[in-house]
């Protein structure tokens, strides 16, 4: 069982975010005001992530996490992946970038663990399925807890059986990569939570379009003991957000889930590249997102908003660009409001 979850002063966590909107200011920034702030350890470099590790430490004496991406089985037909390629290749070509090379790999997996078994963390989380029980084992007795994402009621089995602390409960309303070990689970975030409540006694984090205080009141009265929250904090000035990102997620356009950017479904904001590559785009991660991944980076430098990977869950017109520690503050307060006002309306 989790004693970091016990020992929250606010029930608020914050997700990790690849790809650059975690920071370890963000990090810090939310477990100093009382919650759990999250480093994404997804698309750095060992050296990197051990860099941001001391810097996170360096802002906050206290606890935070590092999220880490378990490898994935690679695509059923390479084939896919090459007609993909091919169908990008006019659009990058109109844009001057040379599509990456689609190959798979596992993201420096090994050399991500020893670096948390090196400079031990409070938490590490893990997403995309369960890490092998020796793993589990070695973090443990490093002293860090070790949190599982599931998105299927079946899922959280696995996570027992290996003596996860923890289990992230991630609902399709959620922004960003799939976090369970399939990636077309279609579950809501409040029936996933009561589902998974009734096959385990694990504290369950509640991840999916929580993003102010009656959001968070709702997940935990299902039984979640902490919110993760991910898109709430985008435009929080600690943030690593581009500018196109802030934008989109200031906005009030839809959110889909899509394969296009890396070959594994994710929730972004609809854009003219998920609309025109959707359908096309294999199941082939980390394939296709080594394939669009400079075409995206060089639409981010543009600063067009049409190529880049908008990750946002399905409240994110709720956001607000304000401090972490502001935010953090707001959401707990509109929870206890909320709460209370619950239970006057049931007469307790």
């Given at each position: 069982?989790s004693?970091?979850?016990g020992g929250?002063r606010?029930p608020?966590?914050?997700?990790?975010m690849g790809?650059?909107?975690?920071?370890?200011?963000?990090?810090?920034a939310?477990s100093?005001?009382?919650?759990l702030?999250f480093?994404?350890?997804?698309?750095?470099s060992?050296?990197r992530?051990?860099?941001d590790?001391?810097?996170?430490?360096?802002?906050t004496?206290?606890p935070?996490?590092?999220?880490?991406?378990?490898?994935?089985?690679?695509?059923?037909?390479?084939?896919?992946?090459?007609a993909?390629a091919e169908r990008?290749a006019?659009?990058?070509e109109?844009?001057?970038?040379?599509?990456g090379?689609?190959?798979g790999?596992?993201?420096?997996y090994?050399?991500?663990?020893?670096?948390?078994?090196?400079?031990?963390?409070?938490?590490?989380?893990?997403a995309f399925?369960?890490?092998?029980?020796?793993?589990?084992?070695?973090?443990?007795?490093?002293?860090?807890?070790?949190?599982v994402t599931?998105s299927?009621?079946?899922?959280?089995?696995a996570?027992e059986?290996?003596?996860?602390?923890a289990?992230?409960?991630?609902g399709?309303?959620?922004?960003a990569?799939?976090?369970?070990?399939?990636?077309?689970?279609?579950?809501?975030?409040?029936?996933l939570?009561?589902?998974v409540?009734a096959?385990t006694?694990?504290?369950?984090?509640?991840?999916g379009?929580?993003?102010?205080g009656?959001g968070?009141?709702?997940?935990?009265?299902a039984?979640?003991?902490?919110?993760?929250l991910?898109?709430a904090?985008?435009?929080?000035?600690?943030?690593?957000?581009?500018?196109?990102?802030r934008?989109?997620v200031?906005?009030?356009?839809?959110t889909?889930l899509?394969?296009?950017?890396?070959?594994?479904?994710?929730?972004?904001?609809v854009?003219?590249?998920?609309?025109?590559f959707?359908?096309?785009?294999?199941a082939?991660?980390?394939?296709?997102?080594?394939?669009?991944g400079p075409?995206?980076?060089?639409?981010?430098?543009?600063?067009?908003?049409?190529?880049?990977n908008l990750?946002?869950?399905?409240?994110?017109?709720?956001?607000r660009?304000a401090?972490a520690?502001?935010?953090?503050?707001?959401?707990?307060?509109?929870?206890?409001?909320?709460?209370?006002?619950?239970?006057?309306?049931?007469?307790a």
């Amino acid at each position: 069982m989790s004693s970091v979850l016990g020992g929250l002063r606010r029930p608020v966590v914050a997700a990790p975010m690849g790809g650059g909107p975690s920071t370890p200011a963000l990090a810090a920034a939310v477990s100093n005001a009382g919650g759990l702030g999250f480093l994404a350890g997804a698309y750095l470099s060992p050296q990197r992530l051990a860099a941001d590790v001391v810097e996170a430490r360096r802002l906050t004496d206290r606890p935070f996490g590092v999220n880490v991406f378990v490898p994935v089985a690679p695509p059923a037909d390479p084939a896919d992946v090459t007609a993909y390629a091919e169908r990008l290749a006019p659009i990058a070509e109109r844009r001057g970038v040379a599509l990456g090379e689609p190959v798979g790999g596992d993201d420096h997996y090994a050399e991500k663990l020893r670096v948390l078994l090196d400079d031990p963390v409070p938490v590490v989380s893990f997403a995309f399925g369960a890490p092998a029980a020796d793993t589990v084992e070695s973090l443990h007795a490093r002293g860090s807890e070790v949190w599982v994402t599931v998105s299927h009621p079946d899922a959280v089995a696995a996570a027992e059986e290996i003596g996860a602390d923890a289990v992230v409960v991630q609902g399709m309303e959620a922004g960003a990569h799939r976090g369970g070990l399939a990636d077309t689970d279609e579950y809501a975030l409040l029936p996933l939570l009561r589902l998974v409540a009734a096959r385990t006694r694990l504290p369950m984090v509640a991840a999916g379009g929580i993003a102010d205080g009656p959001g968070l009141a709702a997940v935990l009265a299902a039984g979640a003991s902490a919110g993760a929250l991910g898109t709430a904090f985008l435009r929080c000035p600690e943030a690593g957000t581009s500018d196109a990102h802030r934008a989109a997620v200031t906005g009030t356009g839809d959110t889909a889930l899509t394969r296009a950017f890396t070959g594994r479904r994710a929730r972004g904001v609809v854009n003219d590249f998920l609309r025109s590559f959707d359908e096309a785009a294999p199941a082939a991660y980390p394939h296709v997102h080594q394939l669009t991944g400079p075409l995206r980076a060089a639409a981010r430098t543009a600063g067009d908003p049409s190529v880049i990977n908008l990750w946002a869950g399905q409240a994110h017109a709720l956001s607000r660009d304000a401090p972490a520690a502001e935010i953090v503050e707001e959401i707990v307060g509109g929870a206890t409001t909320t709460i209370a006002a619950l239970a006057r309306r049931l007469g307790a």
